[in-house]
């Protein structure tokens, strides 16, 4: 799977407001085609598109704080 990070940066997230809150994560951006998750608990960042009426994950997840690329 691709790192979210190459997209969208942690500490770019952090200040942004809390869209919705799941259960480690707060999505950040929701344009209805793409979240974008900063997640609480591992720092890392998650991307969802919409995809055949559901969200799929599609870049990153919770450890995925773009250290080490």
């Given at each position: 799977?691709?790192?979210a990070t190459e997209q969208y940066k942690p500490a770019d997230l952090?200040?942004?407001?809390?869209i919705h809150q799941g259960q480690c994560c707060d999505?950040?951006?929701?344009?209805?085609?793409?979240?974008v998750w900063?997640?609480?608990?591992a720092g890392g960042v998650t991307i969802e598109n919409y995809l055949n009426h559901r969200w799929v994950t599609v870049a990153g997840?919770?450890?995925d704080?773009?250290?080490g690329i």
């Open positions: 799977m691709d790192t952090k200040d942004l407001p809390t999505c950040k951006i929701d344009t209805g085609q793409i979240r900063l997640c609480r608990v997840d919770c450890t704080t773009g250290e």
